[in-house]
């Protein structure tokens, strides 16, 4: 099936290059001609991020050669990385009609549009209308390799990866998105001691619970050992069986003393703070502890489940019992973790549900199929998979949206740079249908064909998600507002400046945005009523598109936007052109004032955030998180193998991306630089 997809891409390929190479010499009044130097001036601005151009030249080639299927797809591509993404479906649409409706061509380019039209969220969340269903497995055995044994917890990095608890083998695994083992840890000298559940403090370092050691280590951000919290016994911050780990949002750190029967509490350097679970004489209602398992942490209250109860009881942070949340429906729940939207993931027997806490509704996300379960550990990695630790069946399983096995992946070829041709660079851009990137990829993840074969020397040179430095522009409100808080303005460019690798650009929104020289410049003719946040936008993202693949616009003003802030771009538009850019917005608010819903829109749209400048924390580790944020970019190189005609020829380039069960494609071109 794969070798007929390749022939028909390669066949529309070289019907392609024929039309660009002016293989219409019936043609009296040299239109193809004139149309495909407009297409080569598009090519080419396209790949230098001048997308408005692009469009322009794309438009004026259709005016030579109507309905050419290749310009159309062109056409569209501009339209989406200008953020007109209805413009861009009825291009793509266009190409489609004027194409061979079965064609491996008309396939990819309908599936785009039907992933674009469909797309509603950012960050990893979950549809309550969507089926969870495996899409592969971390086994722990390979044929007669074994890899690990009864895995009782996971937990995702940012890279993709993912820490495995293997209470059979003493050890934490990490393996890749390919399943390939990249690390073992086992402990001290004298090793873990049935390692059980895996947590992380928010300074990056990891707990490990040792059920028989009865004791929590504690390990770097790497995974190297470095000290002991408590000991085996009966007092204080002492454990008989520890489990479930949690730290919460103030970094205190919450273990399952299950042979205790009961909750303890720690501060981050391991000091015993409290314990919980016993039946008091104040709470009546609470039972006490029959087999504590799962824990979990969010706004202030610990949730607990109860794996002989059936239940999942809720305490605040002192320990003290606020009621029973789920108290029917259970099998038999012990892993439980928070989505980022606040809702909790629960491991309960061989299924995986979905709790609204607020509502208390129980939904199940989906189940896993094998003879041999008992699901253990449940998270949500960076690709918005589900892993569930199953202990029985000794492998981690891998759980996707239906929705999204059957759209797979959705791969655009960003840019394309010849200039040392033959050697080409290529960047890719790799993430789900709902726009979240697929982070963790490498070499054997991909594939890149020139005419359906193939590629010379392939290497892959880097991913984004890789990156240690973020860069931003900054956009400055200069509202009749703002003029009075210059001083709260001044304080925030400080603060957002220090906080990330680089400012590219500083851009005054006023009147006619302009950009700056220095974040000290502070003229009085700035400030205006009639002040633009879309061209300023607009232009301070642009500036950030040759950028890192970290990057943002910080906003810096009042929150309220005005009257003309969408007088030139709409605020889909605008959000659009972000995200499909890879740009996230964040929006800094210095007065005491609300901010805007639009304001909001965009930060959810591209994953930033609405920070008000003096809350207690400050601005600086919400902007510094930048770079921690995932990025589905990739660069890869090959050698061409195409002949030029002089630089004439318009040389194709495809990419296939596999993972798992998974796949994608897309396809592109470029002109060669003239020899």
Same mark, same amino acid.
């Given at each position: 099936m794969k070798s007929c997809f390749r022939f028909t891409?390669?066949?529309?390929?070289?019907?392609?290059?024929?039309?660009?190479?002016?293989?219409?010499?019936?043609?009296?009044?040299?239109?193809?001609?004139?149309?495909? /130097?407009?297409?080569?001036?598009?090519?080419?601005?396209?790949?230098?991020?001048? @997308?408005?151009?692009?469009?322009?030249?794309?438009?004026r080639a259709l005016s030579f050669t109507p309905a050419e299927p290749l310009l159309l797809d062109w056409l569209g591509r501009a339209y989406y990385r200008s953020g007109l993404e209805e413009a861009a479906v009825r291009a793509w649409r266009s190409a489609v009609v004027g194409s061979d409706p079965f064609s491996a061509e008309a396939?990819?380019?309908?599936?785009?549009?039907?992933?674009?039209?469909?797309?509603?969220n950012y960050l990893p969340v979950v549809d309550d209308s969507v089926h969870y269903v495996e899409s592969g497995r971390y086994p722990g055995r390979v044929e007669q390799q074994t890899l690990y044994r009864q895995p009782t917890a996971v937990l995702p990095r940012e890279d993709g990866s993912v820490w495995i608890v293997a209470y059979g083998s003493n050890?934490?695994?990490?393996?890749?998105?390919?399943?390939?083992?990249?690390?073992?840890?086992?402990?001290?000298?004298?090793?873990?001691?049935?390692?059980?559940?895996?947590?992380? =403090?928010?300074?990056?370092?990891?707990?490990?619970?040792?059920?028989?050691?009865?004791?929590?280590?504690?390990?770097?951000?790497? =995974?190297?050992?470095?000290?002991?919290?408590?000991?085996?016994?009966?007092?204080?911050?002492?454990?008989?069986? +520890?489990?479930?780990?949690?730290?919460?949002?103030?970094?205190?750190?919450?273990?399952?003393?299950?042979?205790? &029967?009961?909750?303890?509490?720690?501060?981050?350097?391991?000091d015993f703070v409290l314990s919980f679970g016993k039946r008091a004489k104040d709470s009546p209602n609470f039972p006490g502890f029959v087999s504590p398992t799962g824990i979990a942490a969010r706004n202030g209250r610990v949730y607990v489940a109860d794996n002989i109860a059936k239940r999942i009881y809720t305490f605040n942070q002192n320990g003290e019992f606020l009621g029973v949340l789920i108290e029917t429906g259970l099998m038999g729940p012990e892993g439980l973790r928070f989505l980022s939207d606040g809702r909790l993931l629960v491991a309960d027997g061989n299924r995986v549900l979905l709790i609204d806490v607020d509502s208390t509704v129980i939904r199940e996300l989906g189940s896993v199929g094998n003879a041999r379960v008992r699901l253990t550990g449940v998270e949500m990695n960076r690709n918005g998979e589900i892993l569930v630790a199953n202990f029985q069946a000794s492998e981690v399983s891998i759980l996707t949206r239906l929705d999204d096995m059957a759209s797979g992946l959705f791969v655009?070829?960003? &840019?394309?740079?010849?200039?040392?041709? +033959?050697?080409?660079?290529?960047?890719?851009?790799?993430?789900?249908?709902?726009?979240?990137?697929?982070?963790?990829?490498?070499?054997?993840?991909?594939?890149?064909?020139?005419?359906?074969? +193939?590629?010379?020397?392939?290497?892959?040179?880097?991913?984004?998600?890789?990156?240690?430095?973020?860069?931003?522009?900054?956009?400055?409100?200069?509202?009749?507002?703002?003029?009075?808080l210059t001083e709260d303005i001044g304080t925030a460019l400080n603060d957002?400046?220090?906080?990330?690798?680089?400012? $590219?650009?500083?851009?005054?929104?006023?009147?006619? +945005?302009?950009?700056?020289?220095?974040?000290?410049?502070?003229?009085?003719?700035?400030?205006?009523?009639?002040?633009?946040?879309?061209? =300023?936008? &607009?232009?301070?993202?642009?500036?950030?598109?040759?950028? /890192?693949?970290?990057?943002?616009?910080? @906003?810096?003003?009042?929150?309220?936007?005005?009257?003309?802030?969408?007088?030139?771009?709409?605020?889909?538009?605008?959000?659009?052109?972000?995200?499909?850019?890879?740009?996230?917005?964040?929006?800094?608010?210095?007065?005491?004032?609300?901010?805007?819903?639009?304001?909001?829109?965009?930060?959810?749209?591209?994953?930033?955030? $609405?920070?008000?400048?003096?809350?207690?924390? =400050?601005?600086?580790?919400a902007v510094g998180a930048l770079v921690s944020k995932p990025s589905g970019v990739y660069i890869l190189s090959y050698v061409s193998q195409l002949a030029t005609d002089f630089g004439n020829a318009y040389l194709p380039v495809e990419a296939e991306v596999y993972l798992m069960e998974r796949s994608g494609r897309d396809k592109s071109g470029y002109f060669p630089s003239k020899q």
């Amino acid at each position: 099936m794969k070798s007929c997809f390749r022939f028909t891409v390669a066949v529309f390929f070289i019907c392609a290059s024929a039309w660009t190479q002016d293989i219409t010499s019936n043609n009296p009044d040299l239109n193809a001609r004139y149309a495909r /130097e407009e297409f080569r001036i598009g090519v080419q601005a396209f790949n230098r991020f001048a @997308f408005n151009e692009a469009i322009l030249s794309f438009e004026r080639a259709l005016s030579f050669t109507p309905a050419e299927p290749l310009l159309l797809d062109w056409l569209g591509r501009a339209y989406y990385r200008s953020g007109l993404e209805e413009a861009a479906v009825r291009a793509w649409r266009s190409a489609v009609v004027g194409s061979d409706p079965f064609s491996a061509e008309a396939m990819l380019t309908n599936n785009r549009v039907e992933i674009v039209q469909s797309r509603r969220n950012y960050l990893p969340v979950v549809d309550d209308s969507v089926h969870y269903v495996e899409s592969g497995r971390y086994p722990g055995r390979v044929e007669q390799q074994t890899l690990y044994r009864q895995p009782t917890a996971v937990l995702p990095r940012e890279d993709g990866s993912v820490w495995i608890v293997a209470y059979g083998s003493n050890e934490l695994v990490r393996i890749d998105v390919n399943g390939i083992v990249r690390q073992r840890q086992r402990g001290p000298i004298n090793g873990f001691d049935r390692p059980y559940d895996i947590t992380q =403090g928010l300074d990056g370092r990891l707990y490990v619970s040792e059920y028989r050691g009865s004791r929590v280590s504690v390990l770097n951000s790497n =995974g190297d050992w470095q000290a002991y919290i408590g000991s085996k016994g009966l007092g204080d911050g002492q454990f008989v069986g +520890p489990q479930n780990l949690v730290v919460d949002e103030d970094g205190y750190l919450y273990v399952v003393d299950y042979g205790n &029967r009961r909750v303890s509490k720690f501060g981050p350097d391991g000091d015993f703070v409290l314990s919980f679970g016993k039946r008091a004489k104040d709470s009546p209602n609470f039972p006490g502890f029959v087999s504590p398992t799962g824990i979990a942490a969010r706004n202030g209250r610990v949730y607990v489940a109860d794996n002989i109860a059936k239940r999942i009881y809720t305490f605040n942070q002192n320990g003290e019992f606020l009621g029973v949340l789920i108290e029917t429906g259970l099998m038999g729940p012990e892993g439980l973790r928070f989505l980022s939207d606040g809702r909790l993931l629960v491991a309960d027997g061989n299924r995986v549900l979905l709790i609204d806490v607020d509502s208390t509704v129980i939904r199940e996300l989906g189940s896993v199929g094998n003879a041999r379960v008992r699901l253990t550990g449940v998270e949500m990695n960076r690709n918005g998979e589900i892993l569930v630790a199953n202990f029985q069946a000794s492998e981690v399983s891998i759980l996707t949206r239906l929705d999204d096995m059957a759209s797979g992946l959705f791969v655009q070829i960003e &840019r394309v740079v010849s200039s040392a041709f +033959p050697t080409i660079t290529v960047e890719v851009s790799v993430q789900d249908k709902l726009r979240r990137p697929i982070v963790g990829l490498d070499q054997r993840n991909f594939v890149l064909n020139e005419q359906g074969k +193939p590629v010379l020397k392939q290497q892959f040179l880097g991913a984004g998600f890789n990156a240690t430095t973020s860069d931003i522009s900054i956009l400055v409100e200069r509202s009749e507002a703002t003029r009075s808080l210059t001083e709260d303005i001044g304080t925030a460019l400080n603060d957002v400046s220090a906080s990330v690798g680089r400012v $590219v650009s500083l851009v005054s929104a006023g009147e006619q +945005p302009t950009k700056l020289g220095s974040a000290r410049e502070d003229n009085p003719a700035f400030y205006s009523a009639r002040w633009r946040f879309d061209v =300023g936008l &607009r232009l301070a993202a642009t500036d950030l598109l040759p950028a /890192e693949k970290k990057r943002a616009v910080v @906003f810096i003003g009042s929150g309220v936007l005005g009257e003309l802030a969408f007088e030139s771009y709409g605020l889909s538009e605008l959000a659009a052109y972000l995200a499909n850019n890879g740009i996230m917005f964040y929006a800094v608010i210095v007065s005491s004032g609300k901010a805007d819903d639009s304001l909001s829109y965009l930060c959810a749209e591209t994953g930033g955030e $609405v920070l008000s400048l003096y809350r207690s924390e =400050g601005v600086k580790p919400a902007v510094g998180a930048l770079v921690s944020k995932p990025s589905g970019v990739y660069i890869l190189s090959y050698v061409s193998q195409l002949a030029t005609d002089f630089g004439n020829a318009y040389l194709p380039v495809e990419a296939e991306v596999y993972l798992m069960e998974r796949s994608g494609r897309d396809k592109s071109g470029y002109f060669p630089s003239k020899q």
